[in-house]
C-alpha cells in the first residue's frame, strides 16, 4: 500500500492507476451503450415513419458517443497534477477536438437538412449530386469559421487576420469577376431551374440536349452531334426555349388552292380539312379559314394542336395530315396552286395563263 503513495511527476501511482481505471471504465461503458442502447433506438426507429429518430441515431453515433468519451476521458486526466505546458496543451487539444465535431455536426445537418428537403420534392438523382457538390463551398466556409473561433479561443488576435481576409476577398472577387459571375449564374439555373439536364433548348440560334450543368459552363449536344460549351452567365442573360417543358405545341401552316375552283369547292375546304384533323387521334383542330386572295392563289390558314412535346410525333401528325388533304384534294378535283401570271400574246386581248416558270422559259 506504501508503494502506491509513492509520488511520480507530482501524482502518486494510486492516482494514476485511478485514471487508467476511469478511463477504462469509461470505455467499457460507452462500448456497452454503443452496443445495448443503439440496438434498442434503431429498433424504435424501424418501427417509425419519421427519419428524426433515425437522424437521432446517427448523431448519437457519430458524434455524441466518440465526443462524450474524449470528453470524460479529458476530465479523468485532469484530476491528476499536471504541469503547467502539459495542461494547457490538454485544453488546446480539448478546444480542437470540440471545434471539430462542432464543424462536422453544423455540416451534417445542413447537409442531411437540404438533401431531405430535396428528396422529399422528389428532385431527379442528378439534381441532388449538384446540390451536395455546391454544399462543399459551405462546408469550407464553416470549416473557416471554425478554424477563427478556434484560434480566438487560444488567445489569438484574430481581427488583422479577418481584416486581411476581407482585404484579399475583395481584391480576388475583383480579379474573377467573370468566374463569379458564372458562379452566381450557376446557382440562378440551380434554383430558378429554367432547364435541366436531358431538356432539349434553344439559346440564340443553338439547339440541343443539356448533357451537364457545371458551376462555370453548362455542355449542350446540338442536333449535328456537337458538343456546345456554354458559359452560364450568357445562357442567364439569353431568352431560353425549353421545349421538353412544352405542354401543347400550337401548329400554323397554308394553303392555296387555284382561282378556276367552283365557289362550291372553295367553300367546301375548310370542312375537308377539319374532317382531316379531327380524325387524326393526336391532333385538336382549331380553325381553318380562307384566309385572302393572293395573287396567285385563294389561300386557306390552319391551325391545330398536338398536346406532347414530342417532334417525332409532330412531324408524324403533320405528314399525315398533309398527305390525307392531298387524297381528299384529288378526290374532289380541287387543284393546289401554283405562281401564274396572265399574258396578252400577238396584242389581241386573248389571255393565256401561264405558271411563272414557264414564263421564265418564254423568256
Same mark, same amino acid.
Not at 47 to 76: G, H, M, W
Not at 280 to 285: L, M, S, V, W
Not at 353 to 361: I, L, N, P, Q, R
Given at each position: ?8 511527476? %507530482? ?10 481505471? %476511469? ?87 445542413? $447537409? ?6 430535396? /428528396?422529399?420534392?422528389? /428532385? ?112 442567364? &442573360? ?8 412544352? $405542354? &401543347? ?18 367553300? &367546301? ?5 377539319? $374532317? ?51 387524297? /381528299? ?35
Amino acid at each position: 500500500m506504501n508503494a502506491l503513495q509513492q509520488f511520480f511527476f %507530482g501524482n502518486t501511482i494510486l492516482a494514476y492507476l485511478a485514471v487508467i481505471a %476511469g478511463m477504462l471504465f469509461t470505455w467499457i461503458l460507452l462500448r456497452l451503450t454503443r452496443r445495448r442502447l443503439l440496438k434498442f433506438i434503431k429498433r424504435l426507429a424501424l418501427k417509425s415513419n419519421t427519419s428524426i429518430d433515425d437522424l437521432l441515431v446517427e448523431i448519437i453515433e457519430r458524434f455524441v458517443l466518440p465526443y462524450s468519451y474524449l470528453l470524460i476521458n479529458y476530465a479523468i486526466i485532469r484530476s491528476l497534477l499536471l504541469p503547467v505546458g502539459l495542461d494547457k496543451l490538454l485544453a488546446a487539444a480539448s478546444l480542437f477536438v470540440t471545434v471539430y465535431f462542432s464543424v462536422r455536426l453544423v455540416n451534417f445537418f445542413i $447537409q442531411h437538412s437540404v438533401v431531405g428537403y430535396m /428528396e422529399k420534392r422528389k /428532385e431527379p438523382g442528378e439534381r441532388i449530386r449538384q446540390v451536395t457538390g455546391m454544399l462543399l463551398l459551405v462546408k469550407i466556409f464553416t470549416w473557416g469559421l471554425g478554424l477563427v473561433m478556434l484560434a480566438d479561443n487560444l488567445g489569438y488576435n484574430v481581427t488583422t487576420v479577418i481584416a486581411g481576409m476581407g482585404v484579399g476577398g475583395i481584391a480576388i472577387a475583383l480579379a474573377a469577376q467573370n468566374i463569379l459571375g458564372d458562379l452566381f449564374s450557376y446557382f440562378v439555373i440551380f434554383f430558378d431551374k429554367p432547364f435541366e439536364i436531358g431538356d432539349f433548348i434553344v439559346i440564340n440560334n443553338n439547339a440541343g440536349i443539356v448533357e451537364k450543368i457545371g458551376i462555370k459552363t453548362s455542355h449542350i449536344r446540338s442536333l449535328d452531334g456537337q458538343q456546345l460549351v456554354m458559359p452560364n452567365a450568357e445562357m442567364v &442573360k439569353s431568352v431560353i426555349q425549353n421545349f421538353k417543358r412544352l $405542354q &401543347k405545341r400550337r401548329i400554323v401552316f397554308s394553303i392555296g388552292i387555284i382561282y378556276g375552283t367552283s365557289t362550291s369547292k372553295i367553300k &367546301k375546304v375548310p370542312r375537308i380539312i377539319q $374532317q382531316i384533323i379531327e380524325d387524326d387521334e393526336r391532333a385538336i383542330f382549331d380553325r381553318a379559314h380562307l384566309k385572302n386572295l393572293g395573287d396567285f392563289s385563294v389561300n386557306y390558314e390552319i391551325v391545330y394542336y398536338i398536346e406532347s412535346a414530342d417532334y417525332q410525333i409532330f412531324m408524324d401528325t403533320q405528314q399525315n395530315i398533309c398527305l390525307r388533304i392531298f387524297e /381528299e384534294f384529288e378526290n374532289e378535283g380541287i387543284e393546289f396552286a401554283f405562281p401564274t401570271q396572265t399574258l396578252f400574246i400577238n396584242g389581241n386581248n386573248k389571255a393565256t395563263k401561264t405558271s411563272v416558270a414557264d414564263f421564265a422559259t418564254m423568256s
